[in-house]
């Protein structure tokens, strides 16, 4: 069973086009996260959701939007990719702690690669 | 604001030999923090987290790392590298924010290479 599950695992596209990344945890946890890692492997947190509603967003593009319909789920749609849109992303889980002593567990990665 | 820096970006020992991999914190409030393993073309896996239970954690693989307030590091260790162990190495902390959320920060990460 696999835990934080990510599809597609690769996704190959032209510049304008819109895509989705699907995200499905089934850990029970009720915060879901995406990060973007660049070709440096600089990991980057975009956005997080806790039961279904936004609670980061780190100045990315509005052509970036995430959608959470349910705790378990938590989409990724970018709309007229651009080159530098190019990178791995990582969708991970948590679960809530106020103290932040919980780790989060990630999904194998969507490498998008925008030609 | 949290951060954690990790001090070389690429590290090579031989096989066999002792693993060192640095990383400092910079938090006003006890961090939590955590170290993370990623092999190629694969996402990140935990290999220990420090809550303040204790200095010295354990974590798998035989990785462990020390927490030391005095020096703000936090360094990962193993005595003797298995070639299995070649992969990059994320040094996190966690960053709580308004509304008692929070996220792991990473440090730019350490390449790590065993050769025979």
């Known amino acids: 069973d696999t835990a934080v599950s990510q599809t597609p695992k690769y996704l190959v596209t032209q510049m304008g086009n819109d895509k989705s990344i699907k995200c499905e945890q089934n850990l029970g946890h009720d915060t879901m996260y995406w990060y973007k890692q660049d070709s440096k492997k600089f990991l980057k947190i975009m956005f997080s959701y806790n039961n279904k509603e936004l609670i980061i967003n780190e100045t990315v593009p509005n052509r970036f939007s995430p959608k959470s319909p349910d705790k378990a789920h938590l989409n990724l749609h970018i709309n007229s990719l651009e080159l530098g849109d190019s990178a791995v992303y990582f969708c991970a889980s948590s679960r809530y702690r106020v103290r932040g002593e919980t780790e989060a567990f990630f999904g194998q990665g969507t490498r998008l690669t925008v030609v | 604001a949290q951060s954690v820096t990790q001090l070389g970006s690429h590290v090579s020992v031989s096989e066999g030999a002792l693993v060192l991999l640095r990383c400092n914190y910079s938090?006003?409030?006890?961090?939590?923090l955590f170290w993370y393993v990623q092999y190629p073309n694969q996402g990140l896996q935990l290999l220990l987290k420090y809550t303040s239970a204790a200095t010295l954690v354990k974590g798998i693989n035989g990785f462990e790392a020390e927490f030391k307030k005095s020096e703000t590091s936090f360094h990962l260790t193993k005595p003797s590298a298995h070639m299995s162990d070649a992969a990059e190495y994320f040094c996190?902390?966690?960053?709580?924010?308004?509304?008692?959320?929070?996220?792991?920060?990473f440090g730019a990460g350490t390449r790590l290479a065993v050769h025979p």
């Open positions: 996190a902390v966690s960053a709580t924010f308004s509304g008692g959320y929070n996220k792991l920060i």
């Open positions: 938090s006003s409030v006890p961090p939590y």
